[in-house]
């Protein structure tokens, strides 16, 4: 980009709002470095739409970027959709993300696209019904899922209610690149303008009635009566449908943490609003002691993640990692639909390259194909959109604590989640098992495993610098040995030709006795990502020698 002051100067004399100018202004004089930030660069449309710090500049979210992002996907549908064509909006309960939301259904509705706009707050996976429930040809959520409260994020969602894959992806990043000032959006409706139709609480009856549908125990449910949760949205939009879906299925003991149930874009109570971490769970942990709650249950601020704690063996609550998750109800699904007699050879179940390779052992032993995919669910749901017509999705999911049962929802889904933790909860004790002796019985038939996770934070243009930089020093110098087994394994996901997947800057390390490291840049978070997974009975000393190994 030209001289970011210069950018930053045609923000002061250009048609922004006088509050704009003023923090340009504050800027310039009290942080150079924050001017700098804000106006180096466009913030980037990439391939799963729009992530970044709030405020004023082209490398911020704020009501102008979002309109230029919405201007540019509403000439890409212009351009290649025949016939009349709506997109479905949805947003979170972060700052802003109201505001958002109305600026993306003013400028699709300006542009002669009707909208289906969310009454209030809803979540990602319920976005991703109602664009198929409508019909649609598009679908945008304001989001930017478990970040810190500065950011604020926009994902665009195809007709098939996944978010866009390749080759719309990248068109539709060409087009929002053209559109290169504010003043190309058409940001005011006129009288040719489209109608925009609220959605509300019709949408969610259909929603959960679909999504309950897919449970598979209602025994179970019935027989444990006195199984008792907790539930914490983290001030995000899973208060809305989290506890509803628990009150149909019969669970009367479901306790709230009160502080943590109201939406607020600044998540007081949690340093960061991430269910993969323990702290956020703290709370409702707290809760569950002293209720003698069985399990806890945590969404993030646009409720399609889910992290859970459950009781070990002495009694104690204890963190299951996404992996676990994941893999405990892979297990548990297919055991039910095999006794229900559901497995025909035509089903099948998706993972992540970086998910653990206990879900592929797991399935073989039901003789289930299982597809592995690259690290986003948006490569789950292009799956499921390519077998629409020659199979059936059982499940899928990630290691970042995402997951998803059926065709109905095409994204990872805490509010399908959730109930299936729930019920598989009330299973287990029908068996005589808790969720965390289950998990010890799937380890006991299928072999120990441990995995970790290190995210390098490194923010700012010179931390985009040093994460290129690391993935270029991995790949002129791989490691010969991990863990004293020799490397007999690199995969590159730059070159497609030979991975069969897109080209993703991603790299595997894998040794003889089957330890797997991958190393990828986060696309939505200014942090690299070190992935570990080791195999064997001292596979929690691997992960910690991997870490040493590894991270510097």
Not at 148 to 156: H, I, L, Q, S, V
Not at 167 to 181: A, G, K, N, R, Y
Not at 324 to 353: C, F, H, M, N, P
Not at 414 to 440: K, P
Request: charged letters at 25%; aromatic letters at 10%; proline letters at 5%.
């Amino acid at each position: 980009m030209a001289d970011y002051k210069v950018v930053a100067n045609q923000w002061l004399t250009g048609d922004f709002d006088e509050a704009t100018k003023a923090e340009v202004r504050r800027l310039a004089a009290e942080d150079p470095t924050g001017l700098e930030d804000a106006f180096y660069k466009n913030l980037e449309f990439g391939t799963g739409g729009l992530r970044g710090l709030m405020g004023v500049g082209t490398n911020r979210m704020n009501k102008y970027t979002v309109g230029m992002a919405t201007q540019g996907l509403a000439n890409y549908l212009k351009a290649h959709v025949e016939g009349p064509m709506s997109v479905c909006v949805s947003f979170d309960s972060r700052n802003n993300s109201r505001d958002f939301a109305r600026i993306t259904a003013e400028v699709f509705a300006a542009n002669g696209i009707k909208v289906y706009l969310f009454d209030d707050i809803r979540p990602t996976p319920e976005l991703s019904y109602a664009i198929r429930l409508k019909g649609a040809t598009a679908g945008v959520m304001v989001t930017a899922s478990h970040n810190p409260k500065e950011y604020n994020g926009y994902k665009a969602f195809w007709s098939d209610g996944g978010q866009i894959t390749s080759p719309v992806d990248t068109d539709i990043v060409e087009e929002v690149s053209h559109i290169t000032d504010p003043s190309m959006v058409r940001f005011v409706p006129g009288p040719d303008a489209a109608p925009i139709e609220m959605m509300g609480a019709e949408v969610d009856e259909c929603y959960l009635r679909d999504i309950l549908s897919l449970m598979l125990s209602p025994e179970a449910r019935a027989a444990c009566p006195d199984l008792k949760f907790v539930y914490t949205p983290l001030h995000g939009c899973g208060v809305r449908l989290v506890p509803e879906c628990l009150r149909r299925l019969g669970f009367k003991h479901v306790y709230h943490v009160p502080e943590q149930d109201v939406n607020d874009g600044n998540f007081p109570t949690v340093v960061s609003p991430n269910p993969e971490e323990s702290a956020a769970l703290k709370m409702a942990i707290d809760v569950a002691e002293r209720e003698g709650a069985d399990v806890v249950m945590a969404t993030d601020p646009d409720a399609d993640r889910m992290g859970i704690a459950v009781r070990d063996d002495q009694g104690r609550m204890v963190l299951m990692n996404g992996n676990q998750t994941a893999s405990l109800l892979t297990w548990y699904i297919l055991t039910r639909w095999k006794e229900l007699g559901k497995l025909d050879g035509t089903k099948y179940v998706v993972k992540t390259i970086v998910t653990s390779e206990l879900i592929t052992e797991i399935c073989a032993s039901f003789g289930v194909p299982v597809y592995n995919v690259l690290t986003g669910f948006k490569y789950i749901a292009e799956i499921v959109k390519r077998n629409e017509a020659t199979g059936e999705f059982i499940c899928g999911g990630e290691e970042s604590y995402g997951f998803n049962v059926g065709q109905f929802v095409r994204d990872k889904d805490a509010q399908i989640a959730c109930s299936m933790v729930a019920e598989c909860a009330a299973w287990a004790a029908t068996q005589g098992m808790t969720l965390y002796t289950l998990l010890q019985k799937i380890y006991a038939q299928y072999g120990y495993r441990k995995e970790g996770l290190v995210s390098l934070v490194r923010k700012g243009k010179t931390g985009a610098e040093e994460i290129r930089q690391i993935m270029a020093d991995f790949r002129t110098t791989p490691p010969a040995e991990m863990c004293g087994s020799p490397v007999c394994k690199v995969i590159d996901y730059l070159e497609p030709e030979k991975t069969g997947q897109p080209k993703s800057n991603v790299l595997q390390f894998f040794n003889e006795a089957g330890d797997v490291v991958s190393i990828r840049p986060s696309g939505t978070e200014p942090k690299i990502k070190f992935y570990f997974g080791a195999k064997g009975a001292d596979a929690d000393d691997k992960i910690a020698r991997l870490k040493a190994q590894f991270v510097k």
